[in-house]
Each structure stands twice: as structure tokens, then as C-alpha cells.
């Protein structure tokens, strides 16, 4: 098992460029998420998705949108960067019902620089 | 939103010393976990707890879920220098179903060897 994989690892884009974080996970889990962390703010949510063709907004979502047209893949897309966006970006996933049912997993992060 | 109130926000011990650090909010949470962030990498599970006063091992770690559900333990023992790294509490609050995990802001973790 690969787990939580997301790519790229780095990323640098100027104001108003577009660009699509990649998150996969083979562990066939329902529940996917992307998190933003900055210094001193912890872990902030961005969307999540509780399976296939369901999305919805988390505490963070302007500027962000994102879709799942697998259980597989949630892709992450900035529609027009912005300086405040830069930040690393992690992508998580877990069973949505069951045991170990919040027992979240999360990938690398995709560290993202707008200037 | 939910809120977790994480401390301390940083330690710096010498290395064989135990270390605790607890989180606590005003609600009562479902669910307990604690993750521990290296440098330049996610975070990675490292002990979920479920009941009201389980306590819970993992090597050296022990975490514990308080009777009121309200807060939550996580201590290490003998520390060692691959102790480094930022440690995050999470928690499921009660009543709300699918949403995603409340995080703490963490506690750093710094180990003089």
C-alpha cells in the first residue's frame, strides 16, 4: 500500500496562475479531505468529500474547489492564485463508517509558494 | 467552529526525560487522536482512543481519553532525540456526524541529547 500519495512535492506559481494539487489513495477509504497548514494556525480544512460525486466546504474554501470522480483521486484546484494561498497543503483520508472510523491518514503535503 | 486548546505550545528537554502534554476543549469530543509531524512531512497517526478514560500504548507513548471528554493526555517516556517533531491532538466533537476532525495548534517538541 502507497497509503496517501500527492503530488507535486513543491510548487511555485505567480499571482493569478491556475494549477491542480493531485491527492490518490489506495486504501479505498470513502472519506477524503485537504487541509492548509500555516505557522502558528494548525491544520485548517479546506473541503472533504465523503465519497464519490459528493464534495462540500470545510472552514477554509474561498479561492479553492475541488471534485471526486473517484473513490480513488480528490484533485485540489486553485482557479486563480493568490499570495495568501501560500502554504503547505496535505490531503488526508479515512473510512467514513466502522471501525477505526476517524483514524485519518495523511499524504507528504504539496508545499505552495505564490509570489 | 470547535475548538482545542493544546499544551504547552513548545518543550525543550533533555534527552531520558518523560514529557506530557494534554489538550482540552468545552465540548465533549467522540473521539480522540494524536499525531506526531516531523520536519517536511504529514502527520502520522499514533494512538486513537475511543472511550471515556481509556488509557492507551504505543512503545513509549501513552495517551489517555478523560472521563469528562473533554480533554485528552499524551505522555512520552524516556525521550530520545527521533522524539523531535510537532505533535497535534484531534478530536471528533459530538453531534457532528461526518464533518472532519477539530485539530489542536500542537505542541513542539525539541530533545537535547
Known amino acids: 500500500n502507497a497509503g496517501v500519495t500527492q503530488t507535486p512535492k513543491f510548487q511555485v506559481l505567480k499571482t493569478g496562475q491556475s494549477m491542480t494539487l493531485q491527492c490518490a489513495q489506495d486504501?479505498?477509504?470513502?472519506?477524503m479531505s485537504w487541509y492548509r497548514q500555516d505557522p502558528g494556525m494548525g491544520l485548517r480544512l479546506i473541503h472533504y468529500?465523503?465519497?464519490?460525486?459528493?464534495?462540500d466546504q470545510g472552514e477554509v474554501p474561498n479561492g479553492y474547489n475541488v471534485s471526486r470522480s473517484t473513490t480513488e483521486d480528490f484533485p485540489l484546484r486553485l482557479l486563480s492564485a493568490a499570495p495568501s494561498q501560500t502554504s503547505v497543503y496535505f490531503c488526508a483520508s479515512r473510512w467514513d463508517e466502522g471501525a477505526g472510523l476517524y483514524e485519518q491518514y495523511f499524504g507528504p503535503g504539496t508545499r505552495l509558494t505564490v509570489t | 467552529g470547535q475548538q482545542l486548546n493544546q499544551s504547552p505550545q513548545s518543550m525543550f528537554i533533555q534527552e531520558g526525560e518523560d514529557v506530557s502534554m494534554n489538550c482540552t476543549s468545552s465540548?465533549?469530543?467522540?473521539?480522540w487522536l494524536w499525531y506526531k509531524q516531523d520536519p517536511g512531512e504529514g502527520p502520522v497517526l499514533l494512538i486513537a482512543l475511543y472511550k471515556a478514560g481509556e488509557l492507551t500504548s504505543n512503545g513509549r507513548l501513552t495517551a489517555q481519553f478523560g472521563i469528562t471528554r473533554k480533554d485528552s493526555f499524551l505522555n512520552i517516556s524516556a525521550s530520545i532525540p527521533s522524539d523531535v517533531g510537532i505533535y497535534f491532538c484531534a478530536g471528533q466533537p459530538r453531534g457532528t456526524g461526518r464533518r472532519a476532525l477539530t485539530f489542536g495548534s500542537g505542541t513542539r517538541l525539541q530533545v537535547q541529547p
Open positions: 468529500s465523503v465519497g464519490a460525486g459528493i464534495t
Open positions: 486504501m479505498n477509504h470513502e472519506y
Open positions: 465540548s465533549i469530543f467522540n473521539t
